[in-house]
């Protein structure tokens, strides 16, 4: 059984990436003070046991929901790109202001990867409604307090539309535990699709997101289209393709050195809880490796696709004319905008933000000759698949 195996896989790969943190003290690339030994010697215990716990809960499916795997995912809509590239701002405004997507919730991602417990969570919140919800209040502030030093990337709240990548935990397919085990042998490989990671496992990956997706959908009824969000998953774009022949891909860009700089600034705040030391330039230098995967493999794999299945949008054209750029790559993608969506477009025509640029010489530690020439040749081939509607 796929879900057993890669479980019991995921467990191993934890439990080397932590002994092997936990020997890595002269790291040059983290700093050893007295949170990154509390995560390391108390936080990863307790993730290792609630990953385990999610684990419980998905086998526990197969059994109670069977019928979870006959769901369609008939036409799910993909937003991707490279990070700091306007994703979240596309993932939220689809969400929010349209009765047409279904989407993970931060609550679903991190405590309810299961039918099983979003089950019980669901029955749990009934009773605690009538007790005047102290529990929810609680959990709130708790996941407020936890994300506080996240709010630079995005903030971060219980019903907040959230990465459904942050399912990929209970299988150690989330990239985001590189803030945590830079270079970890097994964990690079995630934004190196597929050449970074090995053809079992990727297709291991693949089933476990798939049947994620499945899950969603069953639990929240079949009525609506899914829409699946990470700019982690640039060079999974192929193999999702691959595996749901009638997706469709909302692809992000941006100026790439911006990109790259915004988001080391945004990561920044990790270090207060990992220790990761992003202005170190062997960290810096994987995330760059990571950034220039997604652009070579975006600007190969979109022309390959059908032009139906996908839309590139540029992040100044978003906030120049976000109401015409969202119409043009929903209609582009065959997807449209309902009522309440085209409502919320007309309010958009006037209020564009100026877009915001870095200092890339005081952000980055990384030779600018050495960001240009592996991140702007694939950036230019994806620009050209763009529509030109900045000035």
């Known amino acids: ?18 002994l092997r943190a936990l020997g890595g ?6 700093v050893f003070g007295p949170r990154r030994w509390l995560l390391l010697l108390a936080g990863m215990p307790l993730f290792l046991v609630v990953q385990a716990g999610h684990g419980v809960f998905l086998l526990l499916d197969e059994w109670l929901f069977p019928r979870y795997r006959s769901t369609r995912l008939d036409k799910a ?12 701002y596309l993932h939220r405004t689809l969400t929010e202001y349209s009765n047409r997507y279904t989407t993970f919730e931060t609550w679903e991602a991190l405590l309810a990867p299961s039918i099983t417990q979003r089950r019980l969570i669901e029955f ?32 971060v709240r219980l019903e907040a539309a959230e990465e459904d990548y942050l399912a990929l935990l209970p299988a150690a397919g989330c990239l985001i535990m590189l803030l945590a085990f830079p ?14 990671i090995s053809s079992r496992r990727r297709e291991r ?13 069953y639990a929240r009824g079949q009525s609506r289209i899914l829409l699946s969000k990470n700019a982690a998953f640039g060079t999974w774009t192929a193999d999702l393709a691959r595996w749901l022949p009638s997706a469709r ?72 004319e976000p109401a015409a750029v969202l119409r043009a790559a929903l209609a582009r993608i065959e997807a449209g905008a309902d009522a309440t969506l085209e409502a919320h477009l007309e309010t958009l025509e006037t209020a564009a933000d100026t877009p915001v640029t870095h200092d890339v010489a005081t952000t980055l530690r990384l030779h600018p000759d050495r960001i240009r020439a592996r ?3 694939a950036y230019q081939r994806l620009l050209a698949l763009a529509p030109q509607t900045r000035a």
């Open 25 to 30: 003290w002269r790291d040059p690339a983290v």
């Open 375 to 377: 991140l702007l040749p």
């Open 205 to 217: 990956l693949l089933r476990f997101h798939y049947r994620n997706l499945q899950r969603h959908l």
């Open 124 to 155: 749990g919140e009934r009773l605690d409604r009538r007790l005047g919800s102290p529990l929810r209040r609680g959990l709130e502030a708790g996941v407020e307090w936890l994300g506080r030093d996240l709010e630079a990337v995005h903030r």
């Open 1 to 18: 059984m796929n879900t057993l195996r890669i479980l019991f896989e995921a467990q191993g790969l934890y439990l080397l990436w932590w």
């Open 183 to 196: 270079g970890a042998p097994g964990l690079r490989g995630l934004g190196h699709f597929p050449s970074g």
């Open 249 to 320: 891909f909302l692809v992000c860009i941006r100026e790439p050195e911006q990109a790259l700089a915004s988001q080391i600034r945004a990561i920044q705040s990790a270090r207060q809880i990992t220790g990761a030391r992003v202005d170190h330039e062997s960290v810096q230098g994987i995330f760059l490796d990571t950034l220039s995967a997604s652009l070579e493999h975006l600007s190969c794999t979109l022309p390959r696709l059908r032009p139906d299945r996908y839309a590139v949008i540029h992040m100044e054209d978003l906030q120049r």
């Open 77 to 88: 809509v993909f937003i991707t790109g490279i990070p700091r590239s306007g994703t979240t």
